[in-house]
């Protein structure tokens, strides 16, 4: 259970250079004296190291704009900046004083917190095993029950190894496949209309399709708008009152990209899965769900692997590698979850279709891992 205690550590001086990657301060400086240090100290952190991490954060020129850490359920550091910004439909990027009152896209993030509602209809008896044919729950596209699609189970669609053709890359262009989400009449078409390439559960492939597709579903089997079960059954018993869900040109959620939360809301988000889908003695998402939802079902390469829309990796710390679970955007948002660790990180950015971000976002929460000392 979260507590209330909370430390805001603002105002960190020059960039020291945390050697985090293209785009941060390299100049030499002192080292730094941080607030509240020993409060840092005391909530098990190497006050140095992290004063180091929060200090790239606030002063270095990569292009953050909020980053909230989480320890044993308290608010350890919440630092924002300015930066430049857009948002899922904004064709030009406008500058920004981030503040803990705004709310940020966390994009792909979303899907991570559509998992979350279908296990939570899952707990409540309203959804189909995830064994079931996904074709055997679509019946107006029963005309692609042919050449193999027919096997493709909703635990595909889920870890994206559904084996459908589908090019999803970082940087998006005019070939990239998540645009026709965005005004097809039919989301559920535009996936399986695709060629069979890859056993299903084979082979990990990036496919927001797939996400839209177990939305269609959910809100069908749940009897309610997505928007209004995700307020109903995860935003209201957390607390999260200051949210919004983008919808695409026909009116649907973007189950896929669309949630905008404030970064304590999102870290809010991830401490409710550390503690296994329990706030405040309430049991909102069943431990099962977190469980199976954050175990690996698909290997991505490079160490990495995927579960139920949730990306699963390691960093080092306490002289070994620590697990972590994590949720990922376009852009830099990450939200990572290190049970081992009880720690929370929740970051935001805004360098979105740019993949060097996003290595910095990871580096980023590297260094805050290895800061922790007990």
């Known amino acids: 259970m979260r507590r209330s205690a909370a430390v805001v550590v603002l105002g960190l001086g020059l960039g020291l250079g945390l050697g985090l990657g293209v785009g941060l301060a390299s ?87 559509t998992s979350l509602l279908w296990g939570i209809a ?82 990990f492939n990036y496919n927001g399709g797939g996400t839209a597709v177990v939305a269609q579903i959910l809100a069908e089997r749940v009897g309610m708008p997505l928007k209004d079960y995700a307020r109903q059954y995860l935003f209201e018993p957390l607390g999260i009152t200051n949210w919004e869900w983008l919808s695409d040109l026909r009116g649907r959620p973007l189950a896929f990209a669309g949630v905008r939360l404030r970064p304590v809301d999102l870290a809010r988000i991830g401490q409710l899965v550390l503690q296994k889908g329990q706030w405040q003695g309430r049991q909102i998402v069943p431990a099962e769900w977190i469980e199976a939802s954050t175990s690996p079902h698909v290997s991505i390469g490079d160490g990495w692997q995927y579960g139920y829309q949730w990306w699963l990796g ?26 081992e660790l009880d720690l929370v990180v929740a970051i935001t950015a805004g360098d979105y279709n740019d993949v060097r971000i996003g290595h910095l976002s990871n580096q980023l929460f590297d260094c805050i891992a290895a800061s922790v000392r007990q």
């Open 27 to 113: 100049a030499a400086a002192p080292a730094p004296s941080c607030e509240e240090a020993g409060a840092l100290q005391a909530a098990g952190f190497d006050s140095a190291k992290l004063c180091k991490a929060l200090n790239e954060f606030r002063s270095g020129d990569t292009n953050f704009h909020g980053l909230v850490i989480e320890r044993h359920g308290a608010i350890v550091a919440e630092v924002y900046r300015r930066g430049k910004d857009k948002s899922v439909y904004s064709l030009f990027a406008h500058t920004t004083d981030f503040d803990a009152s705004q709310r940020h896209d966390v994009r792909s993030i979303s899907k991570s917190i």
């Open 314 to 339: 390691s960093s080092p710390a306490l002289g070994h590698k620590v697990a972590w679970s994590a949720g990922i955007g376009n852009g830099g948002q990450r939200l990572f979850v290190a049970p």
């Open 122 to 203: 899952q707990g409540q008896g309203k959804v189909p095993p995830l064994n079931t044919p996904v074709l055997d729950l679509l019946p107006k596209q029963a005309e692609y029950r042919n050449q193999g699609r027919e096997t493709i189970t909703l635990a595909h669609l889920l870890s994206m190894s559904s084996g459908l053709e589908w090019n999803e890359p970082n940087v998006y262009n005019s070939t990239n496949d998540e645009f026709g989400l965005y005004w097809r009449g039919s989301q559920a078409n535009y996936v399986f209309r695709r060629a069979l390439i890859k056993t299903p559960g084979s082979t």
